[in-house]
């Protein structure tokens, strides 16, 4: 079963990660387009987000079922520091993973707009954030 939860862990890891660095490609590759193009192509674009919803899912339910499988206290102990990291930029990551969707429904509802700006620079601190809590993952479990 633990083998189980770590596959999946790891496909919610792909979908996760890959969502970050697909949505950067994406806005790169449509700088030179008109704003008004380019924000009509981010927003039929975002679809791309649920795979990251997914992702997050995955990582958040297998996390917790290894966890509990390990034993809490043992995995925190097994961890140390690094995996205490993890699980704090996990919690701030999700935070500000809901105001990414928030400004994604709302860009959607308003056809761009105010928060469409926004998410451009909220997508990069995520992305910058997940690949944080792959490294101190990579610490605490080497």
Known sequence: MYTALLFFHFIGLALGVGT?????????ATRDLSPTDRSAFMLRASVVGKN???GLLLLIATGLGM????????????????????LGLVVVFSLLFGFLQSLVAKAKREGGGPAMTKIPTVSRILLAMSLAIVACAVVAFH
Do not use: D, E, I, N
């Open 20 to 28: 970050g660095f697909a949505t950067l490609v994406l806005g790169l």
């Open 52 to 54: 990251g919803s997914v």
């Open 67 to 86: 966890m509990v499988m390990r034993g809490v206290p043992a995995t925190l102990a097994w961890g140390g520091g690094a995996f205490h990291a993890k």
